[in-house]
């Protein structure tokens, strides 16, 4: 009973830990730093920290070993399976397994979309051509055009919780310039989740079948060499 509690406790301390969000903080203010924070713990995901080098260690040499000669009678090669697979299946089977490894990948994103959260998006670009109000109106317009358009599709498909976007054209300057920052953020749960149905969906779906179908004879060979001279239509 005291072994069932302990695993009970370990189960839901798994539970809780992976229910805590894992956050990426981005932003772009001259360079670019980017974080990952879990819990209490903080990586710098870039600029990466400068590893320290390391010492050389002197070689030592290692005593020749004498050469066996190699066997005369090479050990024949396993079959490739997506090859035997094709040979087996033709063209729509690798068809049908192209669309079940899409389905199962489609389905993945969509969970991870689910759960995905932006918690802050913030963007600022400064619009300027070389003291040319002509062009600097037309490249203002041009960029307005481009981005608000595309931040309305990202705040549409994923969970923003607050965002802004400012977009200014200076006449006086002589070069754009833009600064943005972001927060990410997702429970691992729900990833962890996604990632083993995506497992088991493609178990299923495309490494069973794959591995389950034999070596075809000759005669099949030839048969689908003959279909695919013929365009792949058989008559």
């Not at 710098?44 to 004498?66: G, M, N, R, V």
């Not at 400012?166 to 990632?195: H, K, M, W």
Request: charged share 25%; with cysteine; aromatic share 10%.
């Amino acid at each position: 009973m005291v072994a069932l509690y302990i695993l009970l406790g370990i189960v839901l301390l798994l539970v809780l830990l992976l229910s805590v969000k894992v956050r990426v903080d981005a932003e772009y203010f001259d360079t670019f730093r980017a974080k990952l924070r879990w819990a209490f713990l903080s990586f710098d995901l870039y600029p990466a920290k400068p590893k320290k080098p390391k010492k050389e260690k002197p070689k030592k040499e290692k005593p020749q070993k004498e050469e066996t000669p190699a066997s005369e009678t090479p050990k024949p090669k396993k079959p490739n399976p997506l090859k035997t697979f094709y040979e087996n299946q033709g063209f729509a089977g690798v068809k049908q397994l192209v669309l079940d490894t899409a389905d199962a990948l489609g389905s993945l994103m969509k969970s991870v979309k689910k759960h995905l959260i932006l918690d802050e998006l913030f963007l600022f670009l400064v619009i300027s051509r070389d003291h040319d109000a002509a062009r600097t109106a037309i490249e203002y317009g041009e960029t307005c055009r481009q981005i608000f358009p595309a931040m309305g599709f990202i705040c549409s498909n994923l969970h923003v919780r607050k965002y802004d976007v400012e977009i200014e054209p200076d006449f006086l300057g002589t070069f754009s310039s833009a600064q943005f920052s972001f927060s990410l953020s997702i429970r691992p749960i729900f990833l962890l989740n996604a990632v083993l149905v995506l497992a088991v969906r493609m178990l299923f779906k495309v490494v069973l079948k794959v591995l389950r179908v034999k070596p075809a004879k000759p005669s099949d060979n030839t048969n689908i060499n003959t279909e695919s001279i013929q365009g792949g239509a058989t008559v």
